[in-house]
């Protein structure tokens, strides 16, 4: 696959090197810290209702989301130190469950772009909420190609058929939306918008393949919306509004 560049010209809309300074501070994420604390609240976590995201809306959130993969790729944002695995003690091997996403992004959608959505939806919250104390600049343990990466499912699965593990088989990605299944359920997402689609045959034998060659312990195949919280659905519309007519596709092996 063919990855989408990061776009050369980011400022039309935003002002870079503000934000690109910002994230100095190693506590850029907390909701007073300005400018990213409140950006991250108004454009990815307490969004205003549909109605009122408006065109501009979007375009300022998508350059705040490619600054932050770039700053991510280059290794300037201020992170924590965690060690590998620092996190997973609780991960459950041999997996037992397949979780299955799609991304809500283009089908060329780069690593980095992926990871920085990860970081602000998924980590965020958690180290704002001081789940493992309050204060610590951002951390996962987790490591692809040489940095943290804060991408919560393990394989990414291209529509061409290409794939990649971008999360270790130790490690937990935060992707199911409920921590037991978290811990014993390996993750694919495929990249792509699903919400009103379904995958492509590449990508869907692909899964089938990685499936049968590395989890045939799998006994189970969820798509995200079908993952229960205590007692409930998950309130996700995730792999997409067709995940009934392409679900029985995938093969338990
Ligand atoms: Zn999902």
């Known amino acids: 696959?063919?990855?989408?560049?990061?776009?050369?010209q980011l400022e039309s809309l935003i002002n870079i090197s503000e934000l690109e300074a910002a994230l100095e501070n190693p506590l850029w994420y907390l909701s007073s810290s300005k400018p990213w604390g409140p950006i991250i609240d108004q454009y990815y976590l307490n969004p205003s209702d549909e109605g009122s995201k408006t065109a501009e809306w979007e375009a300022k959130k998508l350059e705040y989301t490619w600054l932050l993969a770039k700053m991510l790729e280059d290794q300037k944002v201020a992170l924590g130190a965690w060690e590998p695995y620092y996190n997973d003690d609780e991960r459950v091997l041999p997996q037992k469950i397949a979780v299955i996403h799609h991304t809500s992004t283009w089908e060329d959608t780069?690593?980095?772009?992926?990871?920085?959505?990860?970081?602000?939806?998924?980590y965020v919250p958690l180290f704002r909420d001081g789940?493992?104390?309050?204060?610590?600049?951002?951390?996962?343990?987790h490591f692809y190609q040489g940095r943290q990466l804060f991408v919560?499912?393990?394989?990414l699965v291209?529509?061409?058929?290409?794939?990649?593990?971008?999360?270790?088989?130790?490690?937990?990605?935060?992707?199911?939306?409920d921590l037991s299944t978290n811990n014993q359920s390996i993750s694919f997402a495929?990249?792509?918008?699903?919400?009103?689609?379904?995958?492509?045959?590449?990508?869907?034998?692909?899964?089938?393949?990685?499936?049968?060659?590395?989890?045939?312990?799998?006994?189970?195949?969820?798509?995200?919306?079908?993952?229960l919280h205590q007692g409930k659905h998950v309130n996700t519309i995730c792999p997409g509004n067709r995940w009934e007519e392409w679900k029985d596709s995938l093969i338990i092996p």
């Open 158 to 177: 291209y529509s061409d058929g290409t794939s990649i593990q971008v999360l270790d088989d130790n490690c937990m990605g935060f992707q199911a939306g």
């Open 190 to 227: 495929c990249v792509g918008d699903l919400q009103d689609s379904t995958p492509t045959a590449y990508a869907i034998e692909e899964i089938n393949r990685i499936l049968q060659q590395k989890y045939v312990q799998v006994t189970t195949i969820f798509g995200h919306r079908d993952v």
């Open 152 to 155: 919560g499912y393990h394989w």
């Open 110 to 122: 780069p690593i980095s772009y992926i990871d920085a959505l990860g970081l602000v939806r998924l």
């Open 1 to 8: 696959m063919e990855f989408r560049k990061i776009p050369e």
């Open 131 to 141: 789940v493992w104390g309050r204060n610590q600049p951002i951390s996962s343990g």
